[in-house]
């Protein structure tokens, strides 16, 4: 049990550059208080005293803010930062060294019994306010953006941001050796991850807009090679002028950063805004 404590708290360390010392964590993090309560009342849901459990997660929410099924299956190294408002349905399972943040739902979308909650395999970590809804399996690493709203499978080492979620980066394969080693360092950078949201992420749909708008480039610039051949070839071939594209079509407001008072705050062209201008 002690052994098992000790390991809860180190795993806060390991992902949370605010933790001071032990006796901060044990007494302060809501997160850990959550994940102390549920491992005991899960052990009173399968000796079969629901009602016991379910009066203990009760207080636990109270307690925390934090509501974790006694029935869900957690497992080692389970950490909740910040932790208000989160929810785990009561088929929910865990894995090891699962991160989530505030405001995450681990939720259902049948009122069938048996399995209606997500499975979370192991070093899978939450962006902040997202919902995994339904018995389905998020693989291996992934990473879920925050205020992606999930309904579909996710593979291993996938991430996944948007509503509804968008996988942004193609599955990866994880070795077991390169588990240990990546650890919590690279929540906040490896795959453009970002666990709040507040940093530019890969978007897909923007993505391909952009491929789309290259191709239309190089097909206007053979249709005016054709056209230039066909007047030398025919003097009285009349060539129309495409329709002009305007700039401000294309223009992205930018909002002034207030730790940067000399950016402008006025509408800026983008890059494919000068290309078709």
């Known amino acids: 049990m002690f052994s ?11 992902r949370d550059p605010a933790a001071r010392n032990f006796f901060e964590v044990i007494t302060t993090y809501p997160g850990l208080h959550a994940v102390l309560f549920h491992r005991l009342s899960h052990k009173l849901w399968c000796w079969d005293f629901k ?31 910040h932790g208000m ?21 681990l939720g259902g979308t049948s009122l069938e019994p048996g399995k209606r909650h997500p499975t979370l395999e192991n070093n899978v970590i939450v962006g902040a306010g997202a919902k995994i809804l339904g018995p389905f399996t998020v693989g291996e690493g992934a990473r879920i953006g925050s205020n992606a709203v999930v309904t579909k499978p996710v593979p291993a080492g996938a991430t996944v941001v948007g509503v509804p979620g ?27 991850f970002d666990a709040y949201g507040v940093s530019e992420m ?6 391909a807009i952009k491929a789309m708008l290259d191709h239309m480039h190089a097909q206007d610039a053979r249709l005016d090679n054709m056209c230039s051949t066909l007047g030398k070839l025919d003097k009285n071939f009349e060539k129309i002028d495409m329709p002009e594209l305007k700039g401000e079509d294309f223009e992205i407001v930018e909002i002034a950063d207030s ?17 078709t201008s």
């Open 4 to 14: 098992r404590l000790k390991e809860d708290v180190s795993s806060v360390f390991h």
């Open 51 to 81: 009602w016991l459990a379910r009066m203990l997660s009760t207080f636990a929410r109270w307690l925390t803010g934090i509501e974790i099924h006694p029935g869900a299956k957690i497992g080692r190294r389970f950490f909740i930062d």
């Open 85 to 105: 408002g989160v929810v785990i349905g009561g088929t929910a399972e865990i894995g090891d060294d699962v991160t989530i943040y505030q405001g995450v739902t």
């Open 166 to 192: 968008r996988i942004i980066k193609a599955p990866t394969p994880l070795p077991e050796q390169e588990q240990a080693d990546a650890k919590r360092a690279q929540i906040a950078k490896a795959l453009g």
């Open 202 to 207: 890969p978007d897909p749909i923007a993505h």
């Open 259 to 275: 730790d940067n008072p000399d950016k402008p705050e006025d509408a800026v062209s983008s890059t494919e805004a000068e290309k």
